[in-house]
């Protein structure tokens, strides 16, 4: 049964993307705002089904430290739900992504014409710098960053290496840092096709205070992080 039900969620996931990215790709995909408010509809019509067909729902905690201007999100990555979670959650949001991600079809065309943040990994300091330049303009414009300093979905239980474009994204913007911590692998795990009922949780934590060297900025996510 649990099967079939995440059978059915996952029809509705991709289904629901692929008519919505086609809708943007001829109608919206000039329109930052129209881009991101349809993938907000996405998510919405996506945690439906995953919360009607396979038991899953959410608790947040920490909505209130979130500030009223633009901010970065340091998110810990345990599933691709996390991807739904934060589209949902936040009003504006820019993800940090890898840029491999745009040969996505469909989907990946849109990522940064909707204000997303592509990343060369093997660019080196030149890539983290357009990557912390990007950032500063998407704060500046009150959107919230969202950036996975795990560079990777994370088993839960599982140690992973924090990246080091956190610690100069950190480093380079003024803008408040906010860890964000999950336990959605447990209910939708890296590479599972079928999801496990239950809740997941989400913590906002308070911002982390400015100034910190990079090992003591990745020491304080680690602590979250993993325990």
Not at 75 to 98: E, G, M, R, T
Not at 132 to 140: F, G, I, T
Not at 159 to 188: F, N, V, Y
Not at 196 to 225: C, K, N
């Amino acid at each position: 049964m649990h099967h079939v039900r995440s059978f059915a969620f996952n029809a509705v996931l991709w289904g629901a993307g692929a008519v919505l990215s086609i809708w943007c790709t001829l109608f919206g995909r000039h329109f930052r705002n129209g881009i991101l408010r349809t993938a907000q509809l996405w998510t919405r019509i996506s945690l439906w089904a995953l919360r009607s067909f396979c038991g899953v729902s959410l608790e947040v905690r920490g909505l209130e430290n979130l500030p009223a201007e633009g901010c970065v999100i340091a998110a810990q990555h345990q599933s691709a739900l996390d991807i739904l979670l934060w589209i949902s959650l936040l009003p504006a949001p820019a993800f940090v992504f890898k840029k491999e991600l745009k040969r996505i079809p469909l989907f990946g065309a849109l990522l940064e014409p909707s204000g997303m943040i592509s990343v060369d990994r093997s660019g080196g300091r030149k890539a983290l710098r357009d990557m912390v330049e990007r950032a500063h303009q998407a704060v500046a414009a009150g959107r919230q960053v969202v950036i996975f300093p795990e560079g990777t979905r994370v088993a839960p239980g599982v140690r992973g290496e924090l990246r080091h474009g956190i610690a100069a994204m950190a480093q380079g913007l003024s803008a408040p840092l906010l860890p964000a911590t999950t336990d959605s692998g447990l209910r939708w795990g890296r590479k599972s096709f079928q999801k496990s009922p239950g809740q997941v949780h989400i913590t906002i934590h308070p911002a982390i205070l400015p100034g910190l060297s990079r090992e003591e900025l990745l020491a304080t996510l680690t602590a979250l992080f993993y325990g």
